[in-house]
């Protein structure tokens, strides 16, 4: 079982910037696909960044959607479990509820929320004009 818990959540203006964090504990391994997914009411859930083992040299491979692509990056500190997401030139909609992910199974890291086994409980982000 993991836990993962987001912290780093706030209300900034319109070109600020935030990072987010997610504390993993439990059965965590490196080799978990992470990911950040975040929505706001009345919409689904919506792909942010996600996060995988890399090719047999062992570097880390990420992914971002086409929505934040050059603005979000994500990455992670295996070390202390700890998943993150740089979030810079935000925009208002970028406002949302702001989950991570964790998915166990080998070799896969899916763009969508459904095949995820772990989540956080969610960080508010508001950015304003």
């Known amino acids: 079982r993991v836990e993962l818990v987001e912290s780093g959540g706030g209300s900034v203006q319109a070109g600020g910037s935030l990072r987010l964090s997610c504390a993993a504990s439990?059965?965590?391994?490196?080799?978990?696909?992470m990911a950040w997914f975040r929505q706001v009411p009345g919409k689904g859930r919506e792909g942010v960044a996600r996060?995988?083992?890399?090719?047999?040299?062992?570097?880390?491979?990420?992914y971002y959607f086409d929505s934040v692509k050059g603005r979000f990056t994500i990455s992670r500190d295996n070390a202390k479990s700890t998943l993150y997401l740089q979030m810079n030139s935000l925009k208002p909609e970028d406002s949302a509820m702001y989950y991570c992910?964790?998915?166990?199974?080998?070799?896969?890291?899916?763009?969508?929320?459904?095949?995820?086994?772990?989540w956080g409980q969610g960080t508010q982000v508001t950015v304003s004009l």
């Open positions: 996060i995988r083992m890399g090719s047999d040299i062992g570097g880390d491979i990420t």
């Open positions: 439990g059965a965590t391994h490196s080799s978990y696909c």
């Open positions: 992910a964790a998915d166990e199974r080998v070799g896969f890291c899916s763009s969508g929320h459904g095949r995820y086994n772990y």
